[in-house]
């Protein structure tokens, strides 16, 4: 009788473990998980960054350039530069005065899929888990 009681408070001590060690698991896996999402979002911010700014110096020396020739081609520099710099302040008013509401969206939206996507893999992967244990 002494040996069934202990059986059983055994058994509950190991459960109580399992379930916490399950629960522990869980959260180290859901701060993997959003490590990741975040290390591969800022991966992917510094690499669009550093291309846009290679973009944008290129785009100045061009610009610059486009002065100059016009400048030239007008026999006035500064109204070369004028003519040149008109497209740029109306792009820039376009731009100041658009909402960013695609952008914040797309932002959005693959933040939730790779959440998504992730909990989906941790569950597949506790499915896998299950069924080895079952065989």
């Known amino acids: 009788m002494a040996e069934e009681t202990e059986h059983k408070t055994n058994t509950k001590s190991d459960i109580a473990d399992d379930l916490r060690l399950y629960i522990e698991k869980r959260v180290e896996l859901f701060a993997l998980t959003i490590a990741e999402q975040v290390s591969a979002i800022a991966a992917n911010t510094i690499q669009k960054m550093i291309g846009i700014l290679l973009l944008a110096g290129a785009a100045f020396f061009a610009w ?14 500064g109204f070369g530069f ?18 960013s509401v695609s952008f914040t969206d797309k932002i959005q939206s693959e933040m939730i899929v790779k959440t998504m996507d992730s909990m989906e893999s941790g569950l597949n992967v506790k499915k896998k888990e299950e069924a080895s244990s079952d065989t």
Not at 64 to 77: C, D, H, R
């Open 64 to 77: 610059f350039a486009l002065g100059f020739f016009v400048g030239e081609w007008l026999n006035s520099i």
């Open 82 to 99: 004028l003519i040149v710099s008109v497209p740029l302040f109306i792009a820039g008013y376009i731009f100041l005065n658009m909402k």
